[in-house]
């Protein structure tokens, strides 16, 4: 089915077959990333692949290609697992792209849609399977899918996965794989317990890492606004004038998504809004509407940290720091995409001054701050300012010391949400979860 290999520059010497190559080139691609150039050779070999690279570099397709080529040449199954609906939608739909001229076949299996159509998509013997842990747990359970031909096993986002606590649902669905397959798995970071599962569920792999864990996008220009509570939404409304191009605004819970997109309805700007209480329908919609431009501002919890595939978003903005450091790199990710630029704006109380520090522990840089009220250490309390003012992030944590220091700054849990219907199970230390996530 795959013809011999191009010995051309860009995705020509990859070991890439001629009809995949076709698909590249028809879609406006001729120069592989460096996570797709690294990954593909190794992939198309059939050896395991421990893939890290910050988000917004391709993966989708480092998997894609090698996976698609594979199944071609030696039959078999393809399995890909993702944390939420969005991205196995989005996976699925780049799987079908490169590989619709050479009659593949997909099914998707996600919670929130109709789990019979699901079923009826499983009999039509898909080549590659698209799921989300929960969905595709259950059906196993129904027995309406048999996962015993699987030849291809990609974790997307494991890290993720792990910290929407899925590994319970990872263990039941890898022991009904076969052990004779070929494994990749992809994430922006890498903890220790991403390399557990590597070491138990993957034979010697390879790891391709063109960025350090945890690094952001060299094109984002990041910056954290000090302001207290009352004056976050002035502030918001100030950037949503000075910057004219899409914006996409993270909150911690779908309360307060709700709320601000009402608020910033009101300024005049067209928002959608996206977390686990809209269905599947309502947030693929605002998805699209985001995406074409209807909507020029999407607010969302982290169900779209990683599941947004948007292309020239002007400006993230986390109205609320993240309850997981590690959903920064993500929710910043969302711009400079694709070799662009980008703006990142964070907003942070004057009491975080411990989250702004491991976030910079995370990124490994010094984030410029830019104070909007004045703090008064020696008192405990705060003072607005009448004007903005630039300050250097040693002066905002020496300024913050006693907040830091005294009780009420106590480091707190953190904690990680699932969304929609999926299953998930609470990870050792995450009881004191957010009730409404």
Request: hydrophobic share 35%.
């Amino acid at each position: 089915m795959l013809e011999n290999i191009q010995e051309n520059p860009g995705f020509n010497n990859l070991g890439i077959g001629e009809k995949l190559l076709q698909a590249l080139a028809k879609s406006g691609l001729s120069t592989p990333t460096p996570i797709q150039r690294e990954s593909i050779p190794v992939a198309n070999l059939g050896k395991d692949l421990l893939g890290v690279a910050q988000t917004g570099t391709g993966k989708t397709l480092a998997f894609s290609i090698p996976m698609i080529q594979r199944l071609a040449l030696y039959k078999g199954r393809g399995l890909v697992l993702l944390p939420t609906r969005e991205l196995a939608v989005q996976v699925d739909e780049t799987i079908r792209k490169y590989g619709r001229e050479m009659g593949l076949r997909t099914a998707v299996l996600i919670g929130g849609e109709n789990i019979n159509r699901q079923i009826n998509a499983l009999r039509s013997e898909p080549h590659i399977i698209v799921a989300t842990p929960g969905r595709l747990n259950d059906l196993l359970t129904r027995r309406a899918v048999k996962l015993n031909e699987v030849k291809v096993l990609v974790l997307d986002e494991a890290d993720m996965m792990l910290d929407m606590g899925f590994m319970p649902q990872i263990e039941s669905i890898l022991k009904t794989i076969p052990r004779d397959r070929q494994t990749m798995l992809f994430s922006a970071t890498m903890p220790s317990e991403i390399i557990k599962l590597a070491n138990a569920y993957m034979t010697t792999p390879l790891r391709v890492e063109v960025a350090p864990s945890g690094t952001t996008a060299t094109n984002v220009d990041q910056e954290i606004f000090v302001v207290d509570k009352a004056g976050k939404l002035g502030q918001l409304e100030n950037l949503l004038h000075e910057y004219t191009g899409s914006v996409l605004i993270f909150c911690r819970t779908k309360y307060g998504v709700r709320n601000l997109t009402e608020k910033i309805c009101q300024m005049g700007c067209k928002a959608a809004e996206i977390h686990s209480n809209r269905s599947q329908i309502q947030r693929r919609k605002a998805l699209d509407g985001f995406r074409d431009g209807r909507y020029r501002v999407l607010v969302a919890t982290d169900i779209a940290a990683r599941g947004i595939d948007v292309s020239g978003i002007e400006l993230v903005v986390n109205y609320d720091l993240p309850d997981a450091i590690n959903d920064y790199v993500h929710r910043i990710g969302r711009t400079a995409r694709a070799g662009k630029t980008g703006k990142a704006i964070s907003f942070a109380d004057p009491s975080q001054a411990w989250e702004i520090k491991e976030i910079e522990k995370l990124v490994k840089k010094t984030v410029p701050l830019r104070e909007i009220v004045k703090l008064q250490s020696s008192a405990g309390t705060r003072q607005r300012s009448g004007q903005r003012r630039q300050s250097s992030g040693r002066n905002f944590h020496k300024a913050n010391s006693t907040f830091s220091s005294s009780k009420n700054f106590a480091r707190r849990k953190k904690t990680s949400g699932g969304f929609g219907s999926e299953k998930r199970t609470s990870r050792p230390g995450n009881s004191r979860r957010r009730k409404n996530w």
